[in-house]
């Protein structure tokens, strides 16, 4: 009788598909079940003669994995984006195809940059800690007062799947423009929402807020540096729900420090967790949340359940259900 094939899986799933992984008879999973983060050591004796692999962004994906896994037919992450993945190495492979889990996690990401674009126009932060450190003070008038989005402009960079959402759910906000950069127009997706194509530079000069929505890449790697900062309104918001590494991070803390923008709200930072002392985490007008753009029941689950899908599909020689096209 043939083995069945071995799926790694290298951290707890959602309960619901979690569930369903221990149930499942056709394939023998292997699972690092610890709270905490798994070694790249224990990641590499776990993947060593496994058939498939689901995987987080947290965890690296190269050349060594790959050498080290004669018998991996499929990559399953938990994730849409793949940045922690060498694709010129898997490419070059040429064996193991590489599942991710798009859709599935847009409205939930979507719905966090609306959280973080509120948090920083009216001052979250500031009024959240004023309440428990007992400084909430008399009624005032005058104090704390934040912005709204009437009638300003909202700058979407990185017009995909999560993009568009994002724009969908800030339009009824009252924006009286969208601009939107993409590595190219968008026209049919953008019209609906009437939404002008520009240049960077033209959303960074115009937008009131500024949401980042793109994956990380060579070409976003540090996008956001102190030149681009110096391009936008002193009066600007930033909203980074997309990777931590778009963002240069000192140049952010000096135009943070110089007023060049008004206030940034990033839900992903690097490192994640950032330390507590870290100059963001510590300013006043910089609002960090722990990386949960996709965390609800509903969407975590979503993503386990299509990565199993994924790697099932692998290990079996199928076509993967959301597959990345190397
Ligand atoms: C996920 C994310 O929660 O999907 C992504 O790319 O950044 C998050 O939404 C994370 O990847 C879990 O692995």
Known sequence: MSRRPIIFVTRELPSLAQRRLESLTTVEVRQHNSNTAITRSQLLSGTKDADGLICLLS???????????????????????YDHVDIPALKSHGKVKLGYTPDVLTDATADTTVLLALMASRKAKIGLDSVSNGKWGAFSLARGLGTQFTDKCLGIVGFGR??????????????????????KPHDDRARPLGAEF????????ESDLVCVCCPLNDKTRGMFDLDKFRMMK?????????RGAIINQ???????????????????????????????????RCTILPHIGSATEETRNA????????????V???????EVEL
């Open 59 to 81: 965890e690296k994906i190269d050349q060594e994995l790959l050498n080290s896994s004669p018998k991996l037919k499929v990559i399953s992450t938990v994730s849409v984006g």
């Open 162 to 183: 999560i993009g568009e959402a994002t724009a969908y759910r800030l339009k009824p906000f009252g924006f009286n423009r969208i601009l939107y950069s993409a590595s």
């Open 198 to 205: 520009a240049p960077l530079e033209r959303i960074l000069k």
């Open 234 to 242: 002193r009066s600007a918001i930033l909203v980074n729900t997309a």
């Open 250 to 284: 000192e140049d952010l803390v000096t135009a943070l420090d110089q007023e060049l923008l008004a206030h940034a709200a990033l839900d992903v930072t690097v490192p994640e967790p950032i330390a507590p002392d870290h100059p963001l985490v510590r300013h006043d």
């Open 303 to 314: 993503m386990g359940n299509l990565a199993i899908d994924n790697a099932l599909a692998g």
């Open 316 to 322: 079996f020689g199928e076509p993967l259900k959301a």
